[in-house]
């Protein structure tokens, strides 16, 4: 009954809803801190303008997403045609695959990393290459040294996602400078607007460079989005006219569309939610080298520690004390936990929470 690839594809797990770990627990309070997550939430602007657009609820949304696209054409200096919404970027990584692999196929990506790369290749008949993270990021030599003739698709997840590392400026130009062009190049950057070291770069500035560059990003993370599932694609027009062609209509809801044009506008809602985490990052490096304990320096709004045991011990114990945090197993990383950052308060009562418990 099922095609026998779908076999070897593991579901995604998600992060633990707080709702659940208070019913199953019986806690009254809970700390999440496991998916990455804007601990700001929403700008009141966006929160306004999703109350008065509730009486459209009853119409299907703009299938093209043209306001949207308009106001993201200004701000990033491209044509509104080489813009492709989707309900979270991840949707868009699946319309990549089903436009670039066919069975047999193979699409190029770090391990670990953002887990749907394998997946949506896998689902198209595709042969996932997973390659060894070097220093925590990616190794673009050995990526370089693994194109073949049915290699179709590069994915670099830049922050890369769970380790937090970038890919720095002159290595990813060369890099997608020597890839032929042939090959879909995806530049995943989710977490962009959180940093301001000048040697990450914004690959959208080399779109007229390479027609084979895809960059991503989303309103899932700085702009607190994430329930509303709102990404983007940025590419040539021939790439955004072809994943249109596999994208479903009206795949971006009416109110997630709203909220991602006001979000656009708020930059103090942003600068916000970007001193708080740069704030939770340095008050969890101090606190982990109080302890001990080994961690990778994040661009990201996360953090990997180094726990030096069965990490899903210390997430289960952790668990029990009301706090939600991702364990490294998952990542192939037994011994780290993967911590986003959160309000000062649920910052300082993880710490505290773990501190017991090591």
Same mark, same amino acid.
């Given at each position: 009954m099922f095609r026998e690839v779908i076999n070897t594809i593991s579901p995604y797990i998600p992060g633990k809803p707080i709702s659940e770990v208070k019913r199953e627990l019986g806690l009254e309070k809970v700390i999440k801190l496991a998916s990455n997550e804007n601990p700001l939430g929403p700008s009141q602007n966006v929160k306004k303008a999703l109350l008065q657009n509730l009486d459209e609820l009853g119409i299907y949304p703009d299938g093209n997403c043209t306001e949207l696209k308009l106001k993201l054409?200004?701000?990033?200096?491209?044509? !509104?045609s080489q813009i492709l919404l989707g309900a979270g970027s991840d949707e868009i990584t699946q319309f990549i695959a089903a436009v670039f692999i066919n069975p047999g196929d193979n699409a190029i990506m770090a391990k670990p990393s953002f887990p749907r790369y394998e997946t949506v290749t896998k689902v198209m008949g595709g042969v996932p290459i997973e390659l060894p993270l070097k220093d925590f990021t990616h190794d673009l030599e050995a990526f370089y @040294? +693994? /194109? @073949? $003739?049915?290699?179709?698709?590069i994915w670099i997840c830049n922050p890369n996602n769970p380790t937090g590392t970038i890919v720095k400026r002159k290595e990813l130009y060369d890099f997608i400078k020597s890839v032929p062009s042939h090959i879909a190049v995806v530049v995943d950057q989710a977490y962009k607007e959180y940093i301001d070291d000048p040697e990450y770069p914004d690959a959208t500035e080399w779109l007229n460079e390479f027609e084979n560059l895809i960059v991503l990003q989303t309103f899932s993370k700085i702009y607190g989005l994430a329930a509303l599932r709102v990404g983007y694609a940025i590419a040539s027009e021939e790439i955004i006219e072809?994943? @249109?062609r596999v994208r479903p209509p009206f795949n971006v809801n009416h109110l997630a569309q709203i &909220? &991602? /044009?006001? &979000?656009? %506008? %708020? $930059?103090?809602?942003? +600068?916000? &939610?970007k001193e708080l985490n740069k704030k939770s990052l340095e008050f969890f490096y101090k606190s982990f080298e109080e302890m001990g304990l080994p961690y990778i320096k994040s661009y990201g709004n996360f953090v990997m520690v180094d726990v030096k045991k069965d990490a899903v011990e210390v997430f289960k114990k952790l668990l029990l004390k009301g706090i939600i945090v991702r364990p490294g197993d998952i990542f192939g990383m !037994?011994?780290?936990l993967r911590v986003t950052t959160g309000q000062e308060g649920d910052n300082m009562g993880f710490i505290k929470a773990l501190k017991e418990i090591l």
């Open positions: 054409s200004k701000k990033l200096g491209v044509k !509104p @040294n +693994n /194109i @073949n $003739e049915r290699t179709k698709v072809k994943l @249109n &909220a &991602a /044009i006001f &979000a656009l %506008d %708020d $930059e103090e809602h942003v +600068n916000k &939610a !037994p011994t780290y």
